[in-house]
């Protein structure tokens, strides 16, 4: 029984002796093929510009001495107030925003420094088409902004120091730190205009209750409210302070993000290394079973 055991167990046994011989005859073959992979890669590597990356920090404000009254206030139907890290983050990654941010600064020149002709105002003709006909200079659209945008904008929220980071990512150090502020600026005037729209549409909403209220207790609660709506909307008119509070400015990068040129270089060359051996490998295995039979 022991026997058969041992026996069993000595079939199981891989001999790596005969793969290793294969990679001592063709190490040098291999050792080749891997560098030139990895010179490759850095002569593609260094073709690819630099880009920087820009970015700021910044913390939710909200009306905290009007927050009280918010109960109150969902019960009658008027909707709540951002206020939180996390509605900034939705702000920030919206279309609308992306859009009205390059729109407004046109920012086309910048984003597509290859492919945009800032004289004719559109994107230069790329090749020919499938048909062999010329592809037409256009104008940039609004999916071209929301795609530029969703490549080189990252935004994360620290939900333990209630922060929100927003960084951008571009050729120019200089541009990237500009854009950041336009993000911010542009932000700040959205709110704005959501919180007079809204204060508008809550006071309109008020004045209808109140009109058609009779309990004095309940008018002088309306009133109450309606005060508040008031002093929020002079609450957004200071717009240092309204939205949001920039705790670290984007200032101009004085290193690169990307590309990591080296670590690519030397993944590249460790990856095509193990690939090599696998393929002599199995070459050899090949040979050594046909010269056997």
């Known amino acids: 029984m022991e026997e058969n055991r ?9 001999n790596l002796g005969p793969y290793w011989a294969i990679l001592r005859r063709q190490w040098w073959k291999i050792a080749l093929l891997s560098l030139a992979v990895g010179v490759i890669t850095l002569f593609v590597m260094l073709r690819v ?3 920087y990356k820009a970015t700021a920090i910044i913390t939710p404000v909200g009306d905290e001495g009007l927050s009280p009254s ?5 019960a009658l139907g008027i909707p709540g ?6 509605d900034l983050e939705v702000l920030f990654k919206s279309d609308d925003l992306a859009v009205r941010v390059i729109r407004k600064h046109d920012l086309w ?10 004289q004719t105002g559109k994107f230069k003709p790329a090749g020919k088409s499938l048909f062999g006909e010329s592809r037409e200079a256009r104008a940039p659209g609004d999916w071209d902004a929301i795609r530029a945008a969703k490549g080189r904008l990252a935004v994360s929220v620290n939900r333990r ?3 929100l980071s927003l960084s951008f990512e571009s050729r120019s150090a200089e541009s990237s730190a500009q854009i950041v502020r336009y993000y911010l600026d542009e932000a700040k005037s959205r709110l704005q205009e959501e919180a007079f729209d809204r204060a508008v549409r809550n006071k309109k909403f008020i004045q209808e209750q109140i009109g058609r209220t009779v309990d004095a207790l309940t008018r002088d609660r309306l009133f109450f409210l309606y005060g508040q709506e008031v002093e929020r909307e002079m609450m957004a008119r200071n717009r240092e302070q309204f939205g949001f509070r920039i705790i670290d400015s984007p200032r101009v990068p004085d290193r690169k993000a990307g590309p990591a040129r080296t670590k690519n270089t030397a993944t590249a060359t460790v990856l095509s290394f193990l690939l090599w051996c696998g393929i002599f490998l199995m070459r050899g295995k090949k040979r050594t079973e046909g010269g056997e039979q």
């Open 81 to 86: 107030r951002p206020g939180k890290a996390e």
């Open 6 to 14: 041992q026996q069993a167990y000595a079939e199981e046994e891989i």
């Open 109 to 118: 020149a910048i984003l597509f420094p290859d492919g945009f002709d800032p």
């Open 161 to 163: 120091s209630g922060t």
């Open 70 to 74: 918010s109960t109150y206030l969902s």
């Open 49 to 51: 510009p630099n880009t």
